[in-house]
């Protein structure tokens, strides 16, 4: 089962993540960003860049952190396959990113996410696992 | 709709009575078809939002294009008090100064039909398109903070243009006040080489035909006649513009909960205009503003140079020149008459165009009897209209209306829709040859995926927020 839904809205594109664990959620996430912008199939974990960020409760720090994992496509044009979490809390965390740069010949983009937004975003858990709602600007 | 009460005002008027935090009420320009067309869409909710924020003049209003956003709605038009008042960088959009530039040339429509393919192809080659499109210029970063404060000054100085297109732009395509030192690395980074590209999503290039005129008098003004090939630009301040956006949104974000200010949507976050973090975003905002008017200045240009190339003219021949250049995702501080006294505003126009009317001391001098020319895109492939601002919207808009159709299928709906069609096929049948750089675009930004814009610039002609001038359709498209 993939490990993220779209959802509809008007204008712009909003995803429901899933993740077993807070760490599987927030990498879930970063996963699910990059795989609207590109086939990761054609993605290799060539490289790794190291993810810091700090947050003010949960949703803070989810799109504080999406934030950086966008700025790897749109500012370093880079492209992320896989993503662990290594340590996180309510204030903050940590995480390893592998990838490669973008390279026009071998990677197809498929769609420009501009930016993540504040609205409606949520971070929650439940009995089954972690999900979340994120809108992204597109 | 959302749980918003709201209250029909008169033909194009529906109030959003003033209630709990709500500081002043919000008015929603429309007509019944798109009211009922706006279904489960929770923009009316961010009317009232928008309501809520410090410092708001008279009412927090929604254009007929309106459309759930994030924060304010599109189609949303705010102003606040210069004391007291705030500026919201999710007010003005992650794209700033996205805008529209309209050129006419001197060719007639049956002369480019039998080169259409040729002059589509030749635009698709030479303006760069698509998603994190490069441009040819690579900036240095002194060239590109002179970008930053001269706007679209800085391509004519480079030899992008003329003196002429700068007296056709909204503030002569040069906003004051930007200051590149309130403009972070990353947003420099992203636009070093992101100058005279047209970028993905809604953004495009289209070649139209003058299909019809409303106003034959300021239309001869305006250099607008019928059967005459015109090209509408439409993009923006590009990576530059989203990043600045970002990076003050996470400030601001902050800024508000040390300030114990409370708002319904983090997204709304704000400063006080006249605290030193407003006045670091408007600064910044200016210098991305400046960004897209270069920008637009040299996507002009080039798209010169790629007709003369394919139709093989001089530039003479082809005689193309800039007829306006509007912003619609922007903040400006403006003079505006509110209970008959005379006041600054912070005017927020998010999804909204200014609309000046007759002899406003802001419009060049060419068109200061006919009032600001408002340009109008449709969605792909049909065509844009020519409006121009009234004295009605100065009294009632702060001298505002809308910017385009809105969108009515989320873009999900719109792949869904589009599955096993040809959306290129479609549209040539209708006319329209379209190029995109990216095949789901053309399935997101499908006709039916938006408003009828028809039906949009009834309600402004009706409401007397602008008035028609002339309607031009769709003859080639180039899609990011």
Sequence with gaps: MK??????????????????????????????????????????????????????????????????VLYLYNGEHWLLKEIR?????????????????LDGQKHEICKEIKAVTYHQARVCQTPAGWTARVIFDV | MSEIKLRRVDEYRWEVPREGAM???GVIYSSSRLMKAMG?????KQVANVAQLPGIVKCSLAMPDMHWGYGFPIGGVAAFEMDGGIVSPGGVGYDINCGCRLMVTNLRHEEIRPHLPKVVNTLFQHVPSGVGSRGSLKLSRSEEKRVLVEGARWAVKNGYGSQDDLD??????????????????????????QVGTLGSGNHFLEVEVVEKIFDHDVASVLGIEEGQVAVMIHSGSRGLGHQVCD?????LVKHVDRLGLKLPDRQLACAYIQ??????????????????????????????????????????????????????????IEEHIVDGKKMSLCVHRKGATRAFPPGHAALPVKYRKTGQPVLIPGDMGTGSYVLVGTQKAMEETFGSTCHGAGRVMSRAAAMKASRGRSISREMEDRGVLVMAAAKGTLAEEMPEAYKDIDEVINVVHGAGLSRKVAKLRAIGCIKG
């Excluded at chain 1, 979490?85 to 990113?97: F, Q």
């Excluded at chain 2, 489960?40 to 009316?44: I, K, N, T």
């Design chain 2, 168 to 193: 056709s732009m909204e503030d002569g395509g040069c906003l004051q006040g930007a200051d590149p030192e309130e403009v972070s690395e990353r947003a420099l980074e992203r636009g070093k080489d």
């Design chain 2, 275 to 332: 605290s030193p973090e407003g006045r670091q975003y408007i600064a910044a905002m200016a210098c991305a503003a400046n960004y897209a008017w270069a920008n637009r200045q040299m996507l002009m240009h080039w798209t010169g140079e790629a007709l003369e190339q394919a139709l093989g003219l001089s530039p003479r021949a082809l005689g193309m020149r800039l007829v306006y250049d509007v912003c619609h995702n922007i903040a400006k």
């Design chain 2, 40 to 44: 489960q869409d929770e923009s009316p």
């Design chain 1, 85 to 101: 979490i290594v340590r996180i809390s309510e204030k903050g965390l940590e995480a390893e990113a592998r990838g490669e740069p």
């Design chain 2, 23 to 25: 500081r002043v009420p």
């Design chain 1, 3 to 68: 490990s993220y839904q779209a959802f509809d809205h008007t204008a712009d594109l909003g995803l429901a993540i899933t993740g077993a664990s807070e760490e599987e959620l927030f990498a879930n996430a970063a996963c699910a960003v990059f795989d609207i912008i590109t086939d990761l199939d054609r993605v290799e974990a060539r490289e790794m860049r190291r993810i810091a960020v700090e947050g003010d409760g949960r949703e803070d720090l989810l799109i504080n952190f999406l934030r950086e």
């Design chain 2, 247 to 251: 990076d003050y949104l996470a400030k």
